[in-house]
C-alpha cells in the first residue's frame, strides 16, 4: 500500500492551496482517511479527518478555511485549503486506516508534501 500526497508548494498569506493523496495497493477497505501535519519545532496534529460513514473531523485552527473531501472510487482525499494563514507552514502528511485482502486494519503514512504559506 501507498499513500501519494501532492499539492503543496509556497503561497501567500491569504491565499489557497489544495493538496490531494492517493491510496494505492491492495486495499479492501478503508477506515478514515485524511490529514495530519508538523509545523517547525512543534508535534504532528491532525487537520481533517474522514470516516467510512462521511463523517469529516477538523482541528478548531482550520474549521471554516480547510475542506476535505473524498473520491471513494480513487481512493483519494482533498485537503482544499482556503484563507491560508503563516501559521499553516508544515509537512502535511496523508494518513489512512485501512484494510489490504491479507491483513487488518493499519495505519499507512504518506511522504509528506511542504506547505509554506509567506507574507
Known amino acids: 500500500v501507498q499513500l501519494q500526497a501532492t499539492g503543496g508548494g509556497l503561497v501567500q498569506a491569504g491565499g489557497s492551496l489544495r493538496l490531494s493523496c492517493v491510496a494505492s495497493?491492495?486495499?479492501?477497505?478503508?477506515?478514515?482517511m485524511g490529514w495530519y501535519r508538523r509545523a517547525p519545532g512543534k508535534q504532528r496534529e491532525l487537520v481533517a479527518v474522514?470516516?467510512?460513514?462521511?463523517?469529516?473531523n477538523y482541528a478548531d485552527s482550520v474549521k471554516g478555511r480547510f475542506t476535505l473531501s473524498r473520491d471513494n472510487a480513487k481512493n483519494t482525499v482533498y485537503l482544499q485549503m482556503n484563507s491560508l494563514k503563516l501559521e499553516d507552514t508544515a509537512v502535511y502528511y496523508c494518513?489512512?486506516?485501512?484494510?489490504?485482502?491479507?491483513?487488518?486494519?493499519?495505519?499507512?503514512w504518506g511522504q509528506g508534501t511542504q506547505v509554506t504559506v509567506s507574507s
Open positions: 494518513n489512512s486506516n485501512l484494510r489490504t485482502g491479507t491483513s487488518g486494519f493499519r495505519n499507512y
Open positions: 495497493g491492495s486495499i479492501f477497505s478503508i477506515n478514515f
Open positions: 474522514i470516516s467510512s460513514n462521511g463523517n469529516i
